[in-house]
């Protein structure tokens, strides 16, 4: 069975903080992304990456990093968290073009 | 910016078929169509996809009309379950030029009802 996972569900981290979210799928996909849910914007697209070291930006970048040293794990980075990153991120991964999209459960984050 | 267009919000009657609308007018021939959905809290779920034939799966059936420019989402016998986001999504068959993320509009919020 299909299965992306995240580090946490729920996060709590302080303005300025820097914050790791990660994200391991077991399906040998090469193409993961990171998106963030908001009440009212839907789901956008913060970065995604196709293979290992290999980054693209999504349409909202601002503010995040990423890392993808190894093919199942794709890390999103908050250099310097700020309230306006709250926010529930998703991860998401697929093999191939025309593949389904596989999603993991979400980290909903708050940043006091 | 997402391709299609959905209501934003349907009820429908447990037990009874749920039709969920979708325009997808400017898609393109090499442009297939996903249905995602969300259930609260949980990140999004794939449903089916297709390209010009009619598909069904365990979960669904997807119409997709013969220009191509709206589809329907059809789940046969609703379950409360079922109430959830759905997001038709239209993403480019990128076989030999590179992956596309999927880019989700706002849905439909489906209320199924007992």
């Known amino acids: 069975d299909v299965k992306v996972t995240q580090s946490s569900r729920y996060l709590v981290k302080r303005t300025g903080e820097k914050v790791f979210l990660e994200c391991v799928q077991d399906?040998?996909?090469?193409?993961m992304f990171w998106y963030r849910q908001d009440p009212g914007l839907g789901l956008r697209l913060i970065y995604f990456s196709y293979d290992v070291k290999m980054k693209e930006k999504g349409d909202i970048p601002e503010g995040y990093s990423v890392s993808r040293e190894k093919k199942e794990r794709f890390s999103l980075i908050l250099e310097s968290a700020s309230t306006n990153q709250t926010s529930m991120y998703l991860c998401?991964?697929?093999?191939?073009?025309?593949?389904?999209?596989?999603f993991g459960p979400g980290t909903r984050l708050l940043v006091l | 910016d997402a391709k299609t267009t959905q209501p934003p919000s349907m009820d429908c009657a447990e037990g009874r078929a749920a039709n969920l609308p979708c325009n997808h007018s400017?898609?393109?021939?090499?442009?297939?169509v996903y249905w995602y959905r969300q259930i609260h809290s949980q990140g999004p779920q794939y449903i089916i996809h297709g390209l010009k034939n009619n598909e069904t799966n365990e979960m669904a059936s997807l119409i997709i009309t013969e220009d191509r420019k709206s589809s329907t989402l059809i789940l046969p016998h609703a379950t409360l379950r079922d109430t959830a986001v759905y997001y038709c999504i239209v993403r480019v068959d990128n076989t030999y030029s590179g992956n596309t993320p999927l880019v989700f509009g706002k849905g439909t919020r489906l209320s199924v009802i007992a």
């Open positions: 998401a991964s697929l093999r191939e073009p025309q593949e389904t999209q596989y």
């Open positions: 399906m040998d996909h090469e193409n």
């Open positions: 400017t898609i393109s021939g090499n442009e297939y």
